[in-house]
């Protein structure tokens, strides 16, 4: 039986609620990890490498434009080039930045383990403390999530939504902490309607 118009709303409306309700949850979690990954990134003499696999890839590489657009030079690791050479992106100052709800994802162990040789700070963002990543990293933040909002509780949605937060919190707070300003922004996006729209906005004012 196909849905009524009013009875998909409810299933919209629904999910967003729940979401809502996530970043409430983890707008409360937060802790002094946040402040120390702020800062391992802030004191990074090199750039930031962040790597994930599958919807947290996909978060991680969204990340790395945020922070690359607001002055923290982000590269995104694809974890399966890794380790097929790519694991030379990783330089002696960088901080390695990894992604995975389970913090169990087999195809960021090389990273991890190479980065631990090389003494990279590593920050690891998942949704199980105990995990393998979360273990193996210098600062770990926790975006565990009560569930997935989908009829299976297996789609990444909720978790999905926490790491995008989290990373939005990062890149906007390290914007402060470097007294990041319009002008900057405009410096970064030349070819786009950002300048143009700061340009407006600022003649205006």
Do not use: W
């Not at 009524?4 to 919209?12: I, Y």
């Not at 978060?59 to 030079?73: C, D, E, F, V």
């Not at 040789?117 to 590593?122: G, V």
């Not at 300003?181 to 786009?192: I, S, Y």
Request: aromatic content about 4%.
């Amino acid at each position: 039986m196909t849905p009524s118009k009013d009875e998909l709303l409810a299933l919209g409306r629904k999910m967003i609620h729940t979401e809502a309700d996530t970043l409430y949850l983890l707008e409360q979690s937060l802790d002094a990890s946040f402040a120390a990954a702020v800062e391992a990134i802030y004191h990074c003499r090199g750039k930031v490498v962040i790597t994930g696999m599958g919807k947290s890839g996909l978060i991680a590489r969204k990340i790395a434009a945020t922070l690359t657009s607001t002055g923290t030079p982000t590269i995104f690791l694809h974890p399966a080039e890794a380790s097929h050479g790519d694991l030379g992106i990783i330089a002696a100052d960088d901080v390695v930045f990894a992604l995975s709800y389970s913090g169990e994802t087999d195809e960021l162990r090389a990273i991890v383990e190479y980065a631990e040789r090389n003494n990279n700070a590593i920050i690891a963002m998942t949704g199980n403390a105990s995990s393998s990543l979360a273990r193996h990293s210098d600062v770990h933040l926790n975006i565990t999530v009560e569930s997935e909002d989908c009829v299976l509780d297996i789609v990444p949605t909720s978790s999905t939504t926490a790491q995008l937060a989290m990373g939005d919190a990062i890149a906007t707070t390290l914007m402060h902490m470097r007294g990041f300003q319009r002008g900057d922004f405009a410096h970064l996006h030349p070819g786009g309607y950002i300048e143009r729209r700061i340009e407006m906005t600022d003649n205006h004012n």
